[in-house]
C-alpha cells in the first residue's frame, strides 16, 4: 500500500495463516516469482519443507525468510538450507518492499539493511542496520486495510487475532527474542487511537482470544488507557473474551496479580 511501484508491479496470492499439509499448501500457487515466509519454532520444519519443494519446481523463485527461528548469523543456516535465497533480521516491513523492488532488476541485495543473500555458494551478510521509524503508524494495519476481511468471511475455523501497541524492549534476556542483534533497545509506539480501532475490529469479528505482543505491558501510563478500552470495548460488544500479554518487569504499581 505504501509502494506505488510493488502496488502496480506485484500480483499478492493470498497468504496462509494456518497450519496445513505440505501438499495443499503448495496447491494453491503455480509458479511464483517469490515466495516469502516468517518462520517460528512452531512452524520451521513445514516451512523448510514447502521451501524446498517450490525450490525444486520453480528453481527462479526467490526465497525469503524473516522471523524469530531465522538465526540473525545465518551463513550455517545457508549451508544446511541451499533452496534458501534471503534471509532477514530485524523488523521486515522495509526490508521486505525493497528486496521486492531489487528483485524485480536482479538478485543484487546489497546495501539493504539487515539482508543476507546468497551469492553462489556464499552467504553474504550486510551488516548495516535499518534505521527503525519511531512512528510505528506509518505502517498500516492489516486489519484496518481490510486485509483479513476475506478470511474471517470465508473461514471454517476459529481464528484468533495478535495486535501490537509498540516495539521495543530495554532488556537484554539471554532467553527472550526482544532487544537483541539488531531489535529495538528503545520503545517506539503506536498511537492510541490506532491500537482502540484495532481492538474494536476484533470485537466487531467476534475473535475470542486477543494476543498482545508487547514485551512489557504495563510498563507504560498509557497502558492503563489501553486496559480500559479493551474494558469498554468487551462490554459493547463481548468480544475479545481473552486478553493474553507478556506483562512488564519493573511495574508493580500498575501490575495487579
Not at 499448501?25 to 511464483?32: A, D, E, H, T
Not at 526490508?95 to 543473500?117: K, T, Y
Not at 528503545?186 to 494476543?211: D, M
Not at 512489557?216 to 481473552?242: A, Q, W
Request: charged fraction near 25%; glycine fraction near 6%.
Amino acid at each position: 500500500e505504501t509502494c506505488p511501484r510493488i502496488k502496480d508491479t506485484c500480483e499478492f496470492q493470498p497468504f496462509l495463516y494456518h497450519v496445513d499439509t505440505p501438499e495443499n499448501v503448495l496447491s494453491n500457487y503455480s509458479n511464483p516469482d517469490v515466495a516469502a515466509f516468517s518462520v517460528s519454532m512452531w512452524n520451521e520444519q513445514l516451512v523448510l519443507h514447502v521451501a524446498e519443494e517450490i525450490k525444486r519446481r520453480w528453481p527462479q523463485c526467490l526465497i525469503i525468510m524473516g522471523g524469530p527461528q531465522v538465526p540473525h548469523k545465518p551463513e550455517e543456516y545457508f549451508a544446511r538450507h541451499p533452496f534458501l535465497d534471503v534471509s532477514v533480521k530485524s523488523e521486515g516491513e522495509e526490508a521486505f518492499s525493497q528486496i521486492l523492488l531489487r528483485s524485480m532488476e536482479g538478485r543484487d541485495f546489497s546495501g539493504i539493511p539487515n539482508v543476507s543473500w546468497r551469492d553462489g555458494e556464499a552467504c553474504v551478510v550486510n551488516t548495516l542496520k535499518h534505521v527503525q521509524p519511531k512512528d510505528l503508524d506509518m505502517y498500516p494495519s492489516p486489519y484496518l486495510e481490510g486485509l483479513f476481511d476475506p478470511i474471517m468471511a470465508e473461514s471454517e475455523i476459529e481464528l484468533q487475532a495478535t495486535i501490537e501497541t509498540n516495539r521495543g524492549c530495554p532488556f537484554a534476556c539471554t532467553f527472550c527474542f526482544w532487544g537483541e542483534n539488531g531489535l529495538s533497545r528503545k520503545y517506539r509506539f503506536h498511537g492510541v487511537g490506532r491500537v482502540q480501532k484495532e481492538i474494536e475490529w476484533v470485537a466487531q469479528n467476534k475473535i475470542r482470544y486477543l494476543f498482545n505482543a508487547d514485551s512489557n505491558f504495563g510498563m507504560h501510563e498509557r497502558d492503563e488507557e489501553i486496559t480500559r478500552i479493551l474494558v469498554d470495548t468487551k462490554s459493547k460488544y463481548g468480544y475479545p473474551e481473552k486478553f493474553r500479554t507478556c506483562f512488564g518487569k519493573n511495574a508493580d504499581a500498575r501490575i495487579h496479580k
